[in-house]
C-alpha cells in the first residue's frame, strides 16, 4: 500500500513539476536564442561571440526588457518585443566590444 502512495505521489506531483521546469528551460533557451539573433542583427559590424553566449546574452535582454516595457513602461506586447530586442543589442555590443578587444590586444602582443 506504501508502495503504490509513493508511486502515484511521484507520477502526480513530481513528473508535472520536473516537466514543468524542463518546459522553462527549453523555452528560455529558444526564446533567449530569437531575442540574441535579432539582436545580432540590429547591431553592425561582426560580433566575435559565440552561440552560446548569444543565446545567454538574449535571454537576459529578454528578461530585463520586459521588465522594462511591461512593468515599468507599461506598454504593450509589440514595444515590449522591441525593448528586449534593444537591451540584448547593447548587451550583445558590450560583449562584442569585450572580446574584440581582447583579440586585438592578443594579435598586437604577437607582433615582432
Same mark, same amino acid.
Given at each position: 500500500?506504501? $508502495? =503504490?502512495? $509513493?508511486?502515484?505521489?511521484?507520477?502526480?506531483?513530481? +513528473?508535472?513539476?520536473?516537466? #514543468?521546469?524542463? #518546459? =522553462? $528551460?527549453?523555452?528560455?533557451?529558444?526564446?533567449?536564442?530569437?531575442?540574441? &539573433? =535579432?539582436?545580432?542583427?540590429?547591431?553592425? &559590424?561582426?560580433?566575435?561571440?559565440?552561440?552560446?553566449?548569444? $543565446?545567454?546574452?538574449? #535571454?537576459?535582454?529578454?528578461?530585463?526588457?520586459?521588465?522594462?516595457?511591461?512593468?515599468?513602461?507599461?506598454?504593450?506586447?509589440?514595444?515590449?518585443? +522591441?525593448?528586449?530586442?534593444?537591451?540584448?543589442?547593447?548587451?550583445?555590443?558590450?560583449?562584442?566590444?569585450?572580446?574584440?578587444?581582447?583579440?586585438?590586444?592578443?594579435?598586437?602582443?604577437?607582433? #615582432?
Amino acid at each position: 500500500m506504501v $508502495v =503504490l502512495i $509513493v508511486v502515484l505521489l511521484v507520477l502526480l506531483v513530481v +513528473l508535472p513539476i520536473v516537466g #514543468w521546469a524542463l #518546459w =522553462l $528551460v527549453i523555452s528560455a533557451a529558444l526564446v533567449g536564442a530569437v531575442i540574441g &539573433g =535579432l539582436a545580432r542583427l540590429v547591431v553592425p &559590424g561582426r560580433q566575435e561571440i559565440g552561440i552560446l553566449s548569444t $543565446v545567454v546574452i538574449g #535571454w537576459i535582454g529578454s528578461l530585463f526588457g520586459s521588465l522594462i516595457g511591461r512593468h515599468l513602461f507599461h506598454v504593450g506586447t509589440f514595444l515590449t518585443v +522591441l525593448c528586449e530586442i534593444a537591451v540584448a543589442a547593447i548587451l550583445v555590443a558590450i560583449a562584442s566590444g569585450r572580446t574584440g578587444n581582447a583579440v586585438a590586444h592578443r594579435s598586437t602582443s604577437l607582433r #615582432w
